[in-house]
C-alpha cells in the first residue's frame, strides 16, 4: 500500500485541534508532544499520509474510554483525556480519520 496521502483535515477537525492546544496552554495538561505536533498538522490543515490517518485511527480506538471521565467535554475544568482527544481533532478527527482509514481498504 502507498503512503501517499493527500488527506487533507476538514475544517471542524482543524478548530477542534485548535481549541485542544488552546486548552492544553492554558491548563497546562493533556496530551503529549506528539498529540501537539499532530495538532498542529490539524489546524493547519497539512496534507496527512495515509501512515498518520491509521495512527489518528488507533489513537481513538485506544482512547474511547477517556470519554467516561468526569471532565471530559468541561471547557473550563478539563480532564488531560479531553484535551488530548481535542489535539487529535475531537470527534470530528475521530468520525473523518476512520472514514479516511476505510476508504484506503475501499
Not at 56 to 64: E, G, T, V, Y
Not at 66 to 83: C, L, T, V
Request: hydrophobic residues 35%; glycine residues 10%; proline residues 4%.
Amino acid at each position: 500500500m502507498s503512503d501517499i496521502g493527500g488527506h487533507v483535515p476538514p475544517v471542524a477537525v482543524a478548530k477542534a485541534a485548535e481549541k485542544g492546544l488552546a486548552l492544553r496552554r492554558r491548563f497546562h495538561r493533556g496530551g503529549t508532544q506528539i498529540g501537539v505536533a499532530r495538532a498542529r498538522d490539524l489546524k493547519n490543515r497539512r496534507s496527512l499520509s495515509d501512515d498518520t490517518i491509521k495512527r489518528m485511527a488507533s489513537f481513538f480506538s485506544r482512547h474511547n474510554i477517556d470519554k467516561e471521565s468526569a471532565d471530559f467535554g468541561n471547557d473550563s475544568n478539563p480532564s488531560p483525556g479531553y484535551i488530548a482527544w481535542l489535539l487529535w481533532g475531537g470527534d470530528a478527527g475521530r468520525d473523518w480519520a476512520s472514514k479516511q482509514k476505510a476508504d484506503l481498504h475501499s
